[in-house]
């Protein structure tokens, strides 16, 4: 039996090109989304754009205003702190859960997600790191095998999407994110679900340094001419 993915509707392949423009830094905080010059951009019609939009809308990427339509979403600071402290709280149930439910097979693709960081992280190439960081993050929730966190997990992952990936290019963060990641790999092998909790809950959390250091990233990108 076939059990590849349905192919993705017009729209959603839309809505995946421009958050990878929002997640690049392309499309910056602020800068307007106008459906006519995305439809002549992406040579579609309105109808596909505007359901993108929502979409993205609904993922929180994207507000709606009064008299400029869709712009790319801003987040205050202390919003960001906020969010990044449900998300550390949603990864370490994820990790406490995997540390009790892995599988081996899944235990050897969670170590081959941890190797494949290795060598973008080498090449000190942030990019590369930042994809190969989240599938190593989704293997740990589906490791949870609880569906409905697994989802939460995602969806808010995806939302912190372009801040997560700000953090990677603060000087040597990609080789701490790199040995913090060993330690889950560690904790959770060894079935240990508290000490695996803890560690990826540190490795989410911003607080002092790195919170200056995202406040910093979120300002002078805010600062750059939107489109």
Same mark, same amino acid.
């Given at each position: 039996?076939?059990?590849?993915?349905?192919?993705?509707?017009?729209?959603?392949?839309?809505?995946?090109?421009?958050?990878?423009?929002?997640?690049?830094?392309?499309?910056?905080?602020?800068?307007?989304?106008?459906?006519?010059?995305?439809?002549?951009?992406?040579?579609?019609?309105?109808?596909?754009?505007?359901?993108?939009?929502?979409?993205?809308?609904?993922?929180?990427?994207?507000?709606?205003?009064?008299?400029?339509?869709a712009v790319v979403a801003e987040i205050e600071p202390h919003r960001l702190c906020e969010m990044f402290d449900v998300m550390a709280e949603l990864e370490a149930m994820c990790a406490?859960?995997?540390?009790?439910?892995?599988?081996?097979?899944?235990?050897?693709?969670?170590?081959?997600?941890?190797?494949?960081?290795?060598?973008?992280?080498?090449?000190?190439?942030?990019?590369?790191?930042?994809?190969?960081?989240?599938?190593?993050?989704?293997?740990?929730?589906?490791?949870?095998?609880? $569906?409905?966190? @697994?989802?939460?997990? !995602?969806?808010? %992952?995806?939302?912190?999407?372009?801040? =997560?990936?700000?953090? *990677?290019?603060?000087?040597?963060?990609?080789?701490?994110?790199?040995?913090?990641?060993?330690?889950?790999?560690?904790?959770?092998?060894?079935?240990? $679900?508290?000490? @695996?909790?803890?560690? !990826?809950?540190? %490795?989410?959390?911003?607080?002092?340094? =790195?919170?200056?250091? *995202?406040?910093?990233?979120?300002?002078?990108?805010?600062?750059?001419?939107?489109?």
């Open positions: 039996m076939d059990h590849a993915p349905a192919p993705l509707r017009l729209s959603e392949q839309l809505c995946e090109k421009i958050e990878e423009q929002i997640v690049t830094g392309a499309l910056r905080p602020g800068a307007r989304l106008d459906e006519q010059e995305l439809a002549a951009e992406f040579g579609v019609s309105r109808t596909p754009i505007r359901e993108a939009l929502i979409q993205l809308a609904s993922a929180g990427l994207v507000d709606t205003r009064p008299r400029r339509g406490r859960l995997a540390a009790r439910r892995i599988t081996e097979d899944e235990i050897v693709g969670l170590r081959a997600a941890h190797q494949a960081c290795e060598a973008a992280r080498d090449a000190d190439n942030p990019d590369a790191y930042y994809w190969l960081n989240e599938q190593f993050h989704r293997h740990i929730y589906m490791a949870s095998h609880n $569906g409905f966190l @697994a989802e939460q997990a !995602i969806s808010l %992952h995806r939302r912190l999407r372009p801040y =997560r990936r700000l953090q *990677l290019r603060v000087r040597n963060r990609m080789k701490v994110s790199y040995s913090e990641h060993q330690s889950i790999v560690d904790a959770i092998v060894a079935g240990d $679900g508290e000490r @695996a909790a803890e560690r !990826i809950r540190g %490795h989410i959390q911003v607080q002092g340094e =790195r919170f200056t250091d *995202l406040v910093a990233s979120v300002r002078q990108l805010a600062a750059q001419p939107v489109q």
